[in-house]
């Protein structure tokens, strides 16, 4: 499970053509600060929507380091060439995830390393201490508070 990540007002242009295979891309020099901070294996990633004409993908980046964004995971396998628009953007994957106002499931105690999701996303209310935890994966789940 990925923690989404957002920034207001993201968007930028392809530097170098990219083909329908690469899971990586590089954007218009000095822009990519515009997007969030993202590393490899820390679970937090962000979508993107490359335009071209009538041609979109939605890509899932899960590492950006300046303005190289890699780790991506593609919506399909289109090529696009340098120039083409990028921009941060929500979508029905992220929204699905969200917790809907009210349903919550309530745990006495830290749910991470015991607690089964009941959905991909959930949170959780830790009773005890009052503190919410987010599911990341399996039985692993972040502290969203007091951390």
């Known amino acids: 499970m990925t923690e989404y990540k957002f920034t207001n007002n993201a ?56 303005d190289t964004f890699s780790g991506i995971t593609r919506g399909d396998t289109n090529s696009f060439n340098a120039g083409a628009t990028i921009k941060l953007a929500l979508n029905a994957i992220v929204l699905t995830n969200f917790m809907q106002k009210g349903v919550y499931r309530e745990y006495a105690g830290s749910p991470d390393g015991v607690l089964v999701a009941s959905y991909a996303g959930e949170e959780v209310l830790d009773t005890t201490n009052s503190v919410w935890y987010k599911h990341i994966s399996s039985t692993t789940w972040k502290l969203m508070n007091g951390a």
Do not use: N
Not at 27 to 36: M, R, W
Not at 56 to 66: F, H, I, P
């Open 11 to 66: 968007v930028t242009t392809l530097s170098a053509d990219i083909g329908g295979g690469d899971t990586s891309l590089v954007v218009a020099s000095g822009t990519g600060a515009l997007f969030p901070s993202v590393s490899t294996g820390d679970g937090t990633g962000f979508y993107i929507l490359v335009e071209e004409g009538s041609t979109k993908e939605w890509m899932l980046v899960d590492d950006r380091s300046g």
